[in-house]
Structure formats: C-alpha cells, structure tokens
C-alpha cells in the first residue's frame, strides 16, 4: 500500500514523515523521525513507556496512529530540556535517583509534566493517580513520586 | 584433620552413605585429591558445578582455597545469579 | 547513620548517576534504540499448543512473500548432545538452552518458539510468520507442579529419569531431581518440641516484569565475524552461549551491550540473539528481533509456581527445635529451578539444630523458569515465615520477638550447613522491633505483618580498569551493564580510592572485546565485585604514581606517598616537594613513562550474606476482598551503602516487587495450557496508585573482607514481602492466605470460607 505523507510540528519543530496507514505514532518517532527517546514497553496502552503528548494531551503514542498527528503539534521526552537546561522534572528525577534503569523514566518525565502544567500542587494521592498508567518495575514509586513533589514544590516557589 | 560434610546424593552414591570424613589437606585441590583416592570418582563428580563453604565463606570455583587442621568443608550447589 | 560517614569522602554520599542525563532526556539507547543500514526485521514463529509434536514445517510460502530474505528452524542450528558443559557462569545444559531457543522435535509450551523469519519490513516478516505451516501432533499436556509428579501425568522428556534417589527410577518421569539439606536429627528436634505448627503454602508463577522488552541486533559479516548489540545482564554471557548454540568460537562474537531497561534475574540468558544471528548468517544482512510484550510474558521468564510444606516445632518459650520442609518447583519445560536455593535460604535466619529441607526439581509445560531476584528464596521463605507466624501465636509470642530469640548469628551453623561469618540478621530485627512503624496504632480490618528473608550474595570473576587521561581525569572501565545506578557506585569507589573528585571519573560499560571477561549483572554481585576490582585497579595507579612522582623527585618510591589525590614526601627526611596532583603526574606522563592506568582481573571472594526484616501494614475490605497496603517498611543489613539512594531503591523496588507476588500478579493458564494473561492489563503488576512510601531502615554491618564494607543488596529484599504481606492479612482478617497471590476473588472466596461454620450455627 502507498505510504502516507504527514506533516506533523514535533517538539516545536516543523517535521515530515512517510509512514503506512497502519503504523502507530510511536514507530513512526521511533523509526521514521530516529527520536529513540519514547519507548514501546507493551504496545497496547498498559505500560505508558511511550507517553507523548498530542496537541497538549497526554496519549500512549504506541495506540495513536502516526496519521494523527498530521496537522497536530507532538511533544517527546527529547523536547522537555531547554537546550542545556533541564525542566526541573528532569533534574529532581536525578537528584532523588527516581530511575534504576531508566526505562520508564521519559514516559513518567512526560506524564509528569502534563500533572504538573495543569496542576502545580498535586497532592501525594493525585500524583499516584496520575502515574498510574505508567508502570516501573524497578523503583517501587516511592522515589518517583518524591521527585515528583520535590519538582512541584521548586516550581511553585518559582512561580 | 579437616572436617568435610559431603553432598548426600554423593555421599550416598560414592562413599556408603557416610556423610561426614576427615581429610588430611592444606588446600582445596590436595583436599579433592585425598578424597577421590578414598572414593574414587569423587574428585571428578565434585570438581565442577559445586561450591563450596569452607569455614563459612562460600567459594563458587574452589582451587587453592587454603584448608585449615581445623576446617570445616560444606559442598553446595552453586549460587545463581538472580 | 555509619561511623563510615567521617571516613570518606565519597563513599556513602549520594551524587547524580554519571549516566543520569543521558536517561532523562531520552538519550540512553536501550536494546531496541539501535539501528544498522540495511537491517531486516525478524519475528519469531510460536507454538499455540502447550505439548505438541512437530511433524514438519513447510516455509515455502513464507519465502515466496515479497521481502522475506531467511526462515530459520532448530535445523539451522547444530544439534547439541545432552549434558551439562562448564562456561565462565557455571555449568550450563546447551542441549536445553538450545531447544528452549528454538524447539526441536517438540513444542513443549504456549508460545515455544519453532521457526523465525527475516524480511525487508515488520509487515512482510509478519505475513511470512502467517504463511509458515507447522504440522503439529497435539500431546496431552500439564501445566500444575503436584499433577506433573504423579505417575501418569504426560511426559516431557522421555530422557528424563529422576536423580538423587535410590534405587536409580526405571520408568522416565516429569521429577527432574530430588535434593536434600539435612542438619541435626529432626526426630529427636521434633520430640523436644512443645508445640508444632504446619502449613502447605502455595505461590504461582511470576514474571520479573521488566518493562523492555528482549531486543537484539545481530550482524554476521563475510568472513563469520559476528556482532551483537543488545540488553542482557551480562555481555559475556551472551557471547559465550550463542557460541555454543551456533558452533562458533567465543573469539568470532563480539557482544556490545545497550542499557538494560530491568532484568531481575530474567536476562541472566539468551533468547532473541542465536535467532538473530542464524537470520543474519542467512539472509547475509544485519538483523533486529524485538519481542513484543505477549512473547516476553509467553516464552522468558517467569519464575516457578511452588508448592511448599513446612513443619516448625519450638519449645513453650519459643526456641525453635526442628525444623521441616518439603518444596516443589516446577521449572518450565526443561529442569532447573531454583529449589535447591530454595530448600537452603527458607530457614536460614535461623538457629536451629535439626532442619531438613527436601525439594523435587519439576517439567512441565510452561516456559523454562527464568532466575528472578534472589532465585528460589521467596517461595520457601513464605511457607517458613508463615508458619513461624502461628508459632508466635500459638506461643502467645510477639512475631518479632520470637524471631530475635532465633535469630543466626556469628558463628551459628546456617540451616544448609556451614557456619556463618560476620551477619547482621539479628540486627535488623533490633531495627524493625524499635520502629515506630511497629508501635502505631491499627484501625478496624487492619493489620500488621512481619517476615525475614536471607540471601547468599555472589562474587566471582570481574575485570575492572582504571584509565588515567592526559588531564587527569579518570575512566572507570566497568564490564557490567549497568541495571540500577551501578556506575554511580563505582565511580564512587574508583573516587575515593584516588582521592579525586567523583566528577572527575567516568565509567563506561564496554563491549566483549575490550576488557577482560566478567560474570553477569545478578546475584547481588556488581557493587561487591566489580567494587573490589575496581579498588584493586585503583590501588595499581596509585602505586604507578608514586613510582611517577619518585622519579621527577628524584627518590626511592617508598618515600612517596598518595595522600588526598597527590603524591607528597612520606616524610621530611625524603626532602621538601610540593605535592603533586594526578592532573599535574598525568600531564607529565610522557616524561615520565607513558600513559598511566591500572587493570584487575579478580575471582571476587569473601562475599557476606545479606538479611532483611519487613514490617507490613494492610486494611482487607471484607466486601470485596481487596487488599491495601497502608504502610511498609524494609530493613535490611547492607553492608555498608556505597551510594545509600540507590541502596534504598534497591529495598523499595524489591518489595514492591514482592507486594506485587503476594497480590496480584499470576500466570493463568487455559485448560488447553495456553496462557491466558500475557499482557500488563490482566496480568497485574503494582501501580503507584495501590502502594504508599516504601520506608527503608538500612543497617549497616560492614562487610570486613571488602575494602569498604560492601555485602550485596538487590535480591534479599524480594524474600520477605510474600509472608508480610499474607501474615498481616491474617491479623486484619483472621485468615490465613496459604495461596497466593491473595487477589481479591481468592481472598473474597477464603473469607466466605471462614464465614461458613459461623452462618451454620
Ligand atoms: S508501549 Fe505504549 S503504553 Fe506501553
Ligand atoms: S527505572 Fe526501571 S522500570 Fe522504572
């Protein structure tokens, strides 16, 4: 079948991409565009490795097809640091060693700023809620979510 | 003499049952060899695979591991890595 | 919380991972981020039966779909006569391995792989694995560890007599093995006895869950030279078993290793990587195999399902006199489990004069059992520390009390056999007795549980460098892929034996060829090993500095000493020096000699058992069954934490890894014996909405044989969570869960149960 054509606005950049119909945004990122950072840990929307989000939204980008995004404006893990400066997110991740293998670790940084861009002071309950459609098998969550806190608490000093 | 406790399917196989013997020996390979001339094949069957514990410290490839007058020599199976 | 603290300047401190930043912004390259020109996909052909024969395989039209450019069968791989064959990991069957890998003459569980293909895209590749015809006979199956052991249950393996019993059995059976522990006269320890307790305890299979899936890229060049990039715990493992499993020699193999997106134990061997170097050597093009999430749950891993008896008996004043176990494992499809580890860590906290442990090593139809942290312990840990629960009560003893009056110490002979060196078990039920956590107060359907959980730890054979660059900076070559922040422990060490600043060393994880072999990642190994390795290559460059420094003073060697990362005049009588700094000894190495660095190669020993103690808080909903964990806490004697977050992480994933065995998470299998569960959703691993803070205590009794104290940390904590967890549904409830995972329809069903005989009078 003919490949489609997707002119898509990736981590604020203009982008083009062939790809089949049936291919699903996170192959197309992965394969097409090379942005290795959004990971496939189940394909069917249960794990969150491949969290991105799609026009402000938080999707598995393993269940969107990758002709969605024509038009539509996809953020990756790859676009959250500010050239050399990391988001907060990404520097209380390191500083309270939320990560082991670091697998999980761009799906919850993306899925914890979504929490974060609508919610500056989330409570311990509603941060495990939140995260809860992304699974790490390394950490047991404890050290995620304290991250995850310590980031809100700095922003909103900040803010 | 040092205290040797042997594997019980060995020691049932190789050497009549009996679970417990002193061997003569200043280090792992001499005590191997003391053994298989007790028993013989017991050098062979223990040679590989097995670990061992001797005075509480576990070896999994036991060579030259010195042996003490007073040592006590348990075989294990080996540890697997997790 | 250590004396240590004032002794060093690294060691116990807790900077950022040196690879962090690679790993927060998408960066790292884990087994499926890598790409080669011209790279096919491959895609493995599964059993949908759980016990067939295979009469034939057709690939005809499978070759005929656009695209496809090799099929590989068990025929593409040489036939490797039975029998256990020593590589550096230990003795391994790569007759078993092999077939596992890629099934000959019989499919022997759902998803069993039996052919692969490689083509130009996914699309064909998965056209052509619809297009291959596999002729199956269908063979009665079994899937349940007690039905596989009875005399008529269908056979795996026709090959398969039982070892370690007497006489030698005549007719093959699906018992693998039978093995003993015995310590003491149980007879006479259980005529000592007051009171006894006895239980069954039955745990199902568990995957290690790992969120990446297997991957592997894998080219075979013109001349046989091979190459492999993908995640494993161990680079040198890979190398060595795909030699074996291809006929070639380790020399032709080289094994680059990608980050690890988690293991557990479950990447401690081969699947994907011989079938992608069999494609690659046909089709003459690079080939990359990624399992997807149904064939990781189908075919690797999981851990056995157990079936554990155990019998306790202890004095009125609770000194334990015997004690008595029975385990059955099944190990998957070919033998090997862990009960052997099993039969010797369940009582091992203890001191107990007459113990027996007997375990029968079981085939069934179900994939190969995989290790999964501290193998074999957990299962033999629940029935022993449930058991000692009702002891408590039935002593009207407190849990942890009971257990303090038990506890091994130095010097008391482990339940397996030998006698125990410098152990910190006591010590960690001290901590968890003086907790706050232990005192606070419980709700109505609440409840508290407690369990200890024992781990050997390993060492072995590792290699370690340290290169000292011009500028004197430093590289730590570390050869074990790096599963949980083990970069950060070594440049640590390496920091601290150098006297440099920790920003200064840079660790990498390199390829098979260029640095000397190393065992897996597993088994609590890496900071202990590779941490001694690295102190020793260390201790070479410090001495090769001096030698440096004594020649641009002028001086005998022994008058240099390294003191704060300089070299400086042992004392006044050698002369008077300004010191000199690693920077200012490595940007005159020229003069001096050349480049500077310093290598170990070490078979680690002196490894110290590691124990923990957990404290578990649940509320139990009697409607629903349901289970919450309210409160948790983990303590265990570590050593000495090198990097104490990554220590702690260590503690909290492992429990909730547990949490996740005693609640939720199962294999479930059809009456055809397909697995039924294969994906996240139905198979249930916790989410951070189901826990609260993990709380960690870590004690610290050092290590006295490694140079800063380390024991290992990563299994132990897997080993009490299953009794926790079920022991303190027992004091919410008043029942007792002998069957895990205590999901709510199991639960909800033995709290109807229990209601019963109350409804009947
Ligand atoms: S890969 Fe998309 S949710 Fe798991
Ligand atoms: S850090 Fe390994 S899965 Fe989260």
């Known amino acids: 079948m003919a490949k489609r054509h997707v002119t898509t606005t990736v981590n604020g950049e203009p982008r083009e991409f062939l790809c089949e119909v049936d291919q699903t945004l996170l192959d197309a990122l992965r394969d097409e565009l090379g942005l290795t950072g959004s990971k496939e840990g189940c394909g069917s929307g249960d794990c969150g490795a491949c969290s991105v989000m799609l026009d402000g939204r938080l999707v598995c980008a393993c269940l969107a097809l990758a002709v969605e995004a024509e038009g539509r404006e996809v953020e990756t893990i790859e676009g959250m640091a500010e050239g050399e400066r990391l988001h907060p997110l990404q520097r209380t991740f390191l500083e309270e060693a939320a990560l082991q293998c670091g697998i999980c670790t761009p799906g919850f940084l993306v899925a914890a700023k979504a929490l974060l861009d609508r919610d500056l002071d989330p409570s311990e309950t509603e941060i495990r809620y939140w995260l809860a459609g992304n699974l790490c098998r390394c950490t047991g969550y404890d050290k995620i979510v304290r991250a995850v806190q310590k980031a809100a608490a700095e922003m909103r000093a900040e803010a | 003499m040092a205290k040797v406790v042997l594997p019980n399917e060995v020691a049932r196989e190789l050497a009549g049952g009996l679970k417990e013997v002193e061997v003569e020996a200043e280090n792992y390979r001499q005590l191997l060899k003391a053994l298989d001339s007790r028993f013989p094949g017991m050098g062979d069957r223990l040679r590989d695979g097995v670990a061992v514990a001797i005075d509480g410290e576990i070896f999994q490839e036991p060579f030259l591991e010195l042996i003490r007058e007073d040592s006590e020599v348990f075989f294990l199976p080996q540890i697997e890595a997790g | ?761």
């Open chain 3, 1 to 761: 919380m250590s004396d240590s603290a004032s002794r060093f300047k690294w060691v116990g401190t807790r900077p950022v991972r040196p690879d962090g930043l690679d790993k927060v912004t998408g960066r790292a390259n884990f087994g499926a981020d890598f790409t080669m020109p011209g790279m096919l996909v491959g895609r493995i052909v599964r059993s949908p039966h759980a016990h067939a024969r295979i009469a034939g395989i057709d690939a005809s039209a499978a070759l005929a779909v656009p695209g496809v450019k090799a099929v590989v069968t068990a025929e593409d791989f040489p036939e490797i006569p039975d029998g256990e064959l020593m590589v550096g990991e230990g003795p391994m069957n790569f007759r078993d391995l092999s077939c596992n890998v890629m099934a000959r003459d019989k499919a022997l569980y759902d998803g069993h792989a039996v052919a692969a293909v490689a083509a130009t895209s996914r699309a064909a590749a998965e056209e052509a694995v619809d297009r291959i015809r596999v002729d199956y006979e269908v063979l009665p199956h079994v899937v349940d560890v007690l039905e596989a052991m009875e005399p008529d249950a269908p056979l795996l393996h026709e090959t398969m007599f039982t070892e370690g019993v007497e006489p030698k059995p005549e007719r093959p059976s699906n018992v693998a093995s039978r093995c003993e522990f015995t310590l003491g006269d149980l007879d006479s320890g259980f005529a000592a006895a007051d009171v006894v307790v006895e239980g069954e305890y039955v745990t199902e299979a568990v995957h290690q869950g790992y969120i990446e899936p297997h991957a592997a890229v894998a080219s075979v060049g013109e001349d046989g030279q091979c190459t492999v990039w993908c995640s494993s715990q161990g680079q040198f493992m890979v190398r060595a078993y795909c030699a074996k499993l291809l006929g070639m020699e380790n020399s032709q193999i080289r094994v680059t290793p990608s980050e690890i997106g988690g293991g557990f134990g479950g990447k401690t061997t081969i699947y994907v990587e011989p079938v992608a170097l069999a494609l690659s050597r046909k089709a003459g093009r690079p080939v990359k195999i990624v399992m997807d999430r149904d064939e990781v749950f189908r075919a690797t891993g999981p851990t056995s399902s157990a079936h554990v008896k155990v019998r306790v008996g202890a004095t009125r004043d609770g000194k334990i006199t015997a004690g008595d176990a029975e385990l059955r494992f099944q190990a998957g499809a070919f033998s090997g489990s862990h009960v052997q580890l099993g039969c010797m860590c369940g009582f091992a906290p203890y001191d107990i004069d007459n113990v027996r442990t007997v375990g029968y090593d079981v085939v069934v139809n179900r994939p190969k059992c995989a290790a999964y942290r501290a193998p074999g312990a957990p299962m033999a840990a629940f029935g022993v520390e449930s058991a000692l629960d009702d002891l408590a009560e039935k002593l009207g003893m407190d849990p942890l009390e009971l257990r303090l009056a038990n506890a091994a110490r130095e010097g008391t002979k482990a339940a397996y056999g030998p006698k125990f060196r410098e152990i910190g078990y006591a010590e960690t039920v001290e901590a968890a007795l003086s907790h706050e956590h232990y005192r606070a107060k419980l709700g109505p359907n609440q409840g508290r549980g407690v369990a200890s959980g024992f781990w050997f730890n390993i060492g072995g054979q590792t290699s370690a460098a340290l290169h000292i660059n011009e500028d004197g900076t430093a590289v730590v070559v570390d050869p074990n892929p790096d599963i949980g922040g083990s970069r950060a422990s070594m440049a640590i060490m390496a920091a601290e034996v150098l006297g440099i600043d920790y920003d200064r060393v840079r660790p990498i994880v390199p390829d098979t060829s260029s640095v000397p072999y190393s065992d897996m990642t597993g088994g609590s190994r890496v900071t202990f090993s590779v941490g001694m390795a690295v102190v020793e290559a260390g201790q070479k460059v410090i001495e090769e500095l001096r030698n440096r420094a004594a020649k641009i003073w002028d001086v005998d060697p022994d008058g240099v000493v390294w003191e704060n990362g300089e070299a400086r005049p042992a004392s006044s009588n050698v002369g008077e020096f300004e010191p000199l700094s690693l920077t200012a000894l490595a940007e005159s190495s020229a003069k001096t000699g050349g480049p500077i660095s310093g290598q170990a190669t070490i078979n680690a020993r002196g490894v110290g058992p590691g124990f923990g103690t957990h404290v578990c808080d649940v509320e139990v909903d009697p409607e629903t069954g349901g289970v919450t964990v309210l409160r948790y806490t983990a303590v265990q004697d570590v050593g000495r934490a090198i990097h104490p977050s990554y220590v702690e992480g260590q503690l909290q994933g492992g429990a909730v890894q547990g949490i996740g065995w005693a609640l939720n998470e199962e294999y479930v299998y059809s009456e055809a014996g397909t697995l039924e569960n294969p994906g996240f959703l139905d198979y249930r691993v916790p989410v951070a909405s189901d826990l609260p803070m993990i709380d960690t205590v870590l004690v610290e009794v050092p290590n006295p044989r490694h140079p800063y104290g380390v024991r290992g940390v990563g299994e132990v904590p897997i080993v009490p969570p299953l009794a926790a967890v079920a022991n303190a549904i027992y004091h919410a409830c008043g029942t007792r869960m002998n069957h895990l995972p205590a999901s709510p329809p199991r639960l909800l069903a033995a709290l109807d149960a229990a209601k019963l005989p109350e409804a009947a009078d």
